[in-house]
């Protein structure tokens, strides 16, 4: 320990910042991991047969899983999530209430992004009148959000949002409605519906593992030097000292 002197100060900055880069490094290691297995699941899911929408609140995982549905929508109560972008274009996507006939079940479903770029002009849109048949897929967001939602007590419409909760708005409409966004499959009924499954994929949560680990390795390996540096200072001035003193 004579030959290690890195000092109190670096000590108890190693000490905090170290385990809290490893920690990050983890972290990101785990969210890819979830990313890759959610993605797989998705690909799975998404080349399998539509199921039938009488057994969808039955399904315990309905997450990506593809339902046939036969109903209306409901134009009066239209949701627009603000800030989706495709292709570099400013947009929204259009939500829309859809009342499934051999359920009775109400399901929020996405229609698809409209392109939005004059902010001064609503988005433009259209609802079929008549009942329809269409293929969907059940959206299950992979982590939480700290946005503004739908207010089911507004008055005017189509609402602007920057984030949805079905559930929420079933209850205040009082209906009985699915939990979770159905986001609808290319056909008649639908817009723009090139959809991005997450937002990042696992080999950024990779990558970024790999840059927190890398400052970990730079924060111990300055650690190993001041210390070596401090004690061989240490050592020569000591040395010094004895030398002027014989």
Known sequence: MKRFRPG????????LLLPMLVSLGFWQLSRGAEKSALLQTYAERRVAEPMASTGLQHTQDPAFRRVRLHGQFDAAHSLLLDNRQRDGKVGVELLQPFQDQATGLWLLVNRGWLPWPDRRTPPQFTTPKQALSLDAWV???????????????????PQLVTA???ARLWTALDRDGFAYELRAESGPAAYQANWPVVAMGPEKHLAYAVQWFAMSIALFGLYLYLGWHNAKEKHHGSGHESTQHV
């Open 8 to 15: 109190i100060v670096p000590t108890l900055v190693v000490a």
């Open 164 to 166: 949805v909760e079905p």
């Open 139 to 157: 959206y299950v967001s992979p982590g939480a959000t700290f946005q503004l939602h739908a207010d089911p007590n507004a008055t005017t419409w």
